[in-house]
Every structure is written in structure tokens, then in C-alpha cells.
């Protein structure tokens, strides 16, 4: 099993990457959060991996710490969340915030998580709550950029992000100039996740 990859980042998108190691490409799929903490194209890349083996499937997830990797994991481990719902649960709140919800029992945050229904977040409450340890976090670094058309290169990758999830480009650029015109960061990972709110 492949549980971790170093080698160059040969792309980079909100959702996913690729990374060469000695000639072979291998996307990975990554929860929005890790995209801006990503070093430039070209770039010596680390991160944590998890090979996820099906009848008709094998993929990658990426993650820049053990302990993501580790959530993720709990998190697949609850009954109706797949690889993909954790990718979103792990990209809609900030890694504290989600361990801080299940811990808490807060069934109202989680279910503001696209995909994400009560049952579906009484189960992670029930299954995970006695299974968090200390709090679990990486730390985030916010990506700058210069602007492009009406929106910058964040925001660029905040729409490519949105669409990836399932929202139109209409969608998706209404809830980013929404979200944009709230007096609160505008940093990659927050503007995301204040979009990904509006666009429900």
C-alpha cells in the first residue's frame, strides 16, 4: 500500500495533484485546505497518502499531515461516508473545527458540509465522538496572487474549486462575490469555505 509520496509537484489544482516520483506521475486527490500550503509547480512536494483499493477503482488522497490522514480515516471508517464525502468534510471546515463539531456533538455545523445530511452527521458524532484524541490540526498558509478578469487567482481557484463540487459557474460566482464582500479574510481556505456555504 502506498502511505506516502515525495517528489515534484508537477500540478497543482483545488481538488488534486500530481506529483512525479522518479518519472512516475501519481494524482492525488486533496482536501481544498492542503491546495494552499502547496509549494509551486516544479517544487519538491511531500505528503501523507492513502491508497484507496476497489473493484473498480484505486485512488490517492493526499494530506500534508499524519493526523489529516488519520481523520480522514476515521471518518471513512462511518457508515455512508466515502472517500469522496470525507475529501468534502475535510475541505468545508478547518480540521480543529470538524474534530471540534463531532466532539461537541454539533450536528447543525456538520450538516452545512455538502453531501452531508443529520443522519449522516449523527452517525460521525455517534461512531467518532469517544475516537478523537487531542485536538488535530496542520497548520494553513493563505495563498496571494494578482488579480485575473473580475476575479483574482484565489477566487479563480475558489470557482474551480466550487465546480469541482458540483455547483455551476453561475453558482459559484455569485456565492464568491458574496462571500468576498464579508469583512472577514480573503485568503484561499476561508473564502472557500464561506462560498461553499452560499452555494448550497
Not at 490517492?60 to 490522514?69: A, M, Q, R, S, V
Amino acid at each position: 500500500m502506498i502511505a506516502y509520496i515525495r517528489g515534484t509537484l508537477l500540478e497543482k489544482r483545488p481538488n488534486s495533484v500530481i506529483v512525479d516520483v522518479h518519472g512516475v506521475g501519481y494524482e492525488l486527490a486533496i482536501p481544498v485546505s492542503v491546495y494552499s500550503s502547496l509549494p509551486e509547480q516544479g517544487e519538491a512536494v511531500r505528503l501523507h497518502a492513502y491508497q484507496h483499493v476497489r473493484e473498480d477503482i484505486l485512488a490517492l488522497y493526499g494530506f500534508l499531515t499524519k493526523e489529516d490522514k488519520a481523520l480522514f480515516e476515521k471518518l471513512i471508517s462511518v457508515s455512508g461516508i466515502g472517500p469522496k464525502l470525507a475529501i468534502t468534510a475535510l475541505s468545508g471546515l478547518t480540521t480543529e473545527d470538524l474534530v471540534a463539531a463531532i466532539r461537541s456533538g454539533s450536528v447543525e455545523q456538520l450538516v452545512r458540509i455538502p453531501g452531508v445530511g443529520k443522519k449522516t452527521a449523527e452517525r460521525m458524532v455517534l461512531e467518532l465522538r469517544d475516537k478523537m484524541g487531542p485536538a488535530e490540526s496542520a497548520a494553513r498558509a493563505g495563498a496571494g496572487g494578482a488579480g485575473r478578469g473580475a476575479f483574482s487567482e484565489d477566487e479563480e481557484d475558489v470557482l474551480s474549486a466550487l465546480m469541482n463540487f458540483g455547483a455551476s459557474r453561475a453558482a459559484a460566482e455569485a456565492a464568491v462575490v458574496k462571500a468576498r464582500s464579508e469583512s472577514e479574510p480573503n485568503d484561499f481556505d476561508s473564502l472557500f469555505r464561506r462560498a461553499l456555504k452560499l452555494v448550497r
